[in-house]
């Protein structure tokens, strides 16, 4: 993988850096800044190589329409505060005052594009609708610098075409990443022991599968973990249940066992009459995990669980977490996302490498006030660490070749 150094000297140089920006919003706040910070190490190395730093980013789904609400004007002011000067938003990516605004810089200046997904060429099916869209951007940069880890699993004009079109590396952040990632999976220290949670079983699925020939221990909480329950047997409620991936999740079970994978599943769960909505009132219950009520849905992994889960995961050497145990959001059911993060916390300081994977679970550890550096790492990465840890090819890492 090109890096850095491998584009030579910059000073005076217009370099384009793909960053992912993709923030949590609370209407115009941002509620947890965390990929902001992780862009800082590649943005400030470029400034003071003199160069002048157009960054690049997109901020949810669009659709290739401008969506106000989903224009990087926080993001470029956050920027700006985190790099205590001035960033300057262009009103497009690529257009009239992109191009002025680029005019205009100075060396070590940073300029922030409009939301590259407001065009709909960036995420179009079409390569040549793409590559052609991607020169434009091309046309404003005499480099290209990929940071931005978290779209690294999309080919799309702003992290994949343009580097056919600029000398291309990786930044910092990527590289960080991808060193992270790496030691989990070419030949980790074992026990591996990876803990998956988050609503759907149906996104983990190459995940799982790639895993039951690698993990040692594989503990599932989250609203997957009901799928795995009804695949034992057990009556979920009202929990959140993919019916159609039973049959899967039966085989990964039978997998497991014939791999001598540990399964770790939770043994009680906290439910509630539904999902915690609006000013309905909480009235959580723990119930054990194959005697869930038909009227109740679960909710967070129970507190013998929250136990057994955190042994497992301090019982290790290499532990990766992606996906929340439970609706964490709400005070009441987040318990079994702390203990899990606990659980790393206390690896990490008994010498285990661990990393926090994913948008949901990074920011879920910020939020609940877990200190950054209680983990070996902390990935920006949501789809793409997962897409990694299925031992997939990247788009956007296999253009930096
Ligand atoms: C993310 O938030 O996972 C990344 O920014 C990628 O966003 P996407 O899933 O909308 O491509
Ligand atoms: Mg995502």
Same mark, same amino acid.
């Given at each position: 993988?090109?890096?850095?150094?491998?584009?030579?000297?910059?000073?005076?140089?217009?370099?384009?850096?793909?960053?992912?920006?993709?923030?949590?919003?609370?209407?115009?706040?941002?509620?947890?800044?965390?990929?902001?910070?992780?862009?800082?190490?590649?943005?400030?190395?470029?400034?003071?190589?003199?160069?002048?730093?157009?960054?690049?980013?997109?901020?949810?789904?669009?659709?290739?329409?401008?969506?106000?609400?989903?224009?990087?004007?926080?993001?470029?002011?956050?920027?700006?505060?985190?790099?205590?000067?001035?960033?300057?938003?262009?009103?497009? $990516?690529?257009?009239?005052?992109?191009?002025?605004?680029?005019?205009?810089?100075?060396?070590?200046?940073?300029?922030?594009?409009?939301?590259?997904?407001?065009?709909?060429?960036?995420?179009?099916?079409?390569?040549?609708?793409?590559?052609?869209?991607?020169?434009?951007?091309?046309?404003?940069?005499?480099?290209?610098?990929?940071?931005?880890?978290?779209?690294?699993?999309?080919?799309?004009?702003?992290?994949?075409?343009?580097?056919?079109?600029?000398?291309?590396?990786?930044?910092?952040?990527?590289?960080?990443?991808?060193?992270?990632?790496?030691?989990?999976?070419?030949?980790?220290?074992?026990?591996?022991?990876?803990?998956?949670?988050?609503?759907?079983?149906?996104?983990?699925?190459?995940?799982?599968?790639?895993?039951?020939?690698?993990?040692?221990?594989?503990?599932?909480?989250?609203?997957?973990?009901?799928?795995?329950?009804?695949?034992?047997?057990?009556?979920?409620?009202?929990?959140?249940?993919?019916?159609?991936?039973?049959?899967?999740?039966?085989?990964?079970?039978? $997998?497991?066992?014939?791999?001598?994978?540990?399964?770790?599943?939770?043994?009680?769960?906290?439910?509630?009459?539904?999902?915690?909505?609006?000013?309905?009132?909480?009235?959580?219950?723990?119930?054990?995990?194959?005697?869930?009520?038909?009227?109740?849905?679960?909710?967070?992994?129970?507190?013998?669980?929250?136990?057994?889960?955190?042994?497992?995961?301090?019982?290790?050497?290499?532990?990766?977490?992606?996906?929340?145990?439970?609706?964490?959001?709400?005070?009441?059911?987040?318990?079994?996302?702390?203990?899990?993060?606990?659980?790393?916390?206390?690896? $990490?300081?008994?010498?285990?490498? $661990?990393?926090?994977?994913?948008?949901?679970?990074?920011?879920?550890?910020?939020?609940?006030?877990?200190?950054?550096?209680?983990?070996?790492?902390?990935?920006?990465?949501?789809?793409?660490?997962?897409?990694?840890?299925?031992?997939?090819?990247?788009?956007?890492?296999?253009?930096?070749?």
């Amino acid at each position: 993988m090109k890096t850095l150094k491998d584009l030579g000297d910059l000073k005076g140089k217009r370099v384009l850096v793909r960053a992912d920006f993709n923030v949590p919003l609370d209407g115009t706040t941002i509620t947890d800044d965390g990929r902001i910070r992780a862009a800082l190490p590649t943005i400030t190395t470029l400034r003071n190589e003199g160069a002048k730093v157009i960054v690049m980013a997109h901020l949810g789904r669009p659709k290739g329409k401008v969506v106000p609400e989903l224009s990087l004007a926080p993001v470029a002011a956050r920027l700006g505060e985190l790099l205590g000067i001035t960033v300057p938003l262009a009103a497009d $990516t690529y257009g009239e005052d992109a191009q002025a605004k680029v005019a205009a810089m100075s060396d070590g200046d940073v300029v922030l594009l409009e939301n590259v997904r407001f065009n709909p060429e960036e995420t179009s099916k079409d390569e040549a609708e793409r590559a052609a869209y991607a020169k434009k951007i091309a046309d404003l940069g005499d480099a290209f610098v990929s940071d931005g880890f978290g779209v690294v699993h999309r080919a799309q004009g702003s992290n994949y075409d343009v580097a056919a079109d600029l000398p291309a590396a990786a930044g910092l952040l990527v590289e960080k990443e991808v060193t992270a990632l790496s030691k989990a999976t070419v030949n980790p220290e074992r026990p591996l022991t990876v803990v998956l949670g988050g609503s759907k079983v149906s996104d983990k699925l190459g995940v799982i599968e790639n895993l039951l020939g690698k993990a040692n221990r594989l503990v599932i909480g989250g609203g997957m973990v009901y799928t795995f329950l009804k695949a034992q047997g057990y009556e979920v409620g009202t929990s959140l249940l993919e019916e159609d991936q039973l049959d899967k999740v039966k085989s990964y079970i039978e $997998t497991a066992k014939a791999n001598g994978v540990e399964l770790v599943l939770p043994t009680d769960v906290v439910v509630n009459a539904g999902f915690p909505a609006g000013d309905t009132p909480i009235n959580p219950e723990v119930v054990p995990a194959d005697a869930i009520p038909a009227d109740r849905m679960g909710l967070d992994i129970g507190p013998e669980s929250q136990k057994l889960f955190h042994d497992a995961i301090v019982n290790s050497k290499t532990v990766v977490w992606n996906g929340p145990m439970g609706v964490f959001e709400v005070p009441e059911f987040a318990a079994g996302t702390r203990a899990v993060a606990q659980g790393l916390v206390d690896a $990490t300081a008994a010498g285990a490498f $661990t990393i926090v994977g994913g948008g949901d679970s990074a920011s879920a550890v910020r939020n609940l006030g877990f200190p950054e550096d209680g983990f070996s790492h902390i990935s920006t990465g949501g789809g793409a660490s997962l897409e990694f840890l299925e031992g997939k090819t990247l788009p956007g890492l296999s253009v930096l070749e």
